[in-house]
């Protein structure tokens, strides 16, 4: 047996207040699509939406899709995944609404917090670049680069600007 599981993410800057972040999920037996609109200041969950094209049970796990109401107002910061799981899950709740739900929004805060650092990057400010990359969370890269070095994207960027 081979079965593939396919996530798509879009992160689409609308104005200067939000962000729009939509969400796929695919496989053999779901087609799931959850829409989120951020405050970008805040990162606070202003609208929630979702759709369930393909489920295994058809007049049940639509259901779940009203739990979407009890994510507006979610911040994403430090707690964001335990509030999303408990506005998500339960007995009327999906596991993959949650899934999907979730690797948006660390999607969506990657995508802002490198353009924020790119902004930071081209004042020269280490000492906020540094804050920034604590923000975005622990990982090997970020604990094994040094305090000023930049991600390999945003230098060949810097590079490229440079030479124009």
């Known amino acids: 047996m081979r079965a593939r599981r396919t996530f798509q993410f879009d992160v689409i800057d609308e104005d200067q207040q939000t962000i729009t972040l939509e ?16 405050e970008k200041r805040g990162l606070r969950i202003v609208l929630a939406t979702g759709s369930m094209d393909r489920v295994p049970y058809p007049l049940g796990c639509p259901r779940s899709l009203c739990a979407l109401d009890r994510v507006k107002g979610l911040e994403i910061r430090p707690g964001f995944v335990r509030s999303l799981r408990s506005a998500l899950s339960g007995e009327l709740g999906c596991p993959y609404l949650v899934e999907l739900t979730e690797g948006i929004c660390r999607f969506a805060l990657v995508v802002i917090k490198s353009d924020e650092a790119r902004q930071i990057a081209a004042t020269g400010d280490d000492e906020r670049f540094a804050l920034l990359r604590n923000e975005m969370g622990e990982c090997a890269g970020h604990t094994l680069a040094k305090a000023h070095q930049l991600p390999d994207w945003l230098e060949r960027e810097m590079k490229d600007k440079s030479r124009d």
């Open 23 to 38: 969400g796929r999920l695919q496989d053999p037996f779901h087609h799931i699509t959850v829409g989120l609109v951020l």
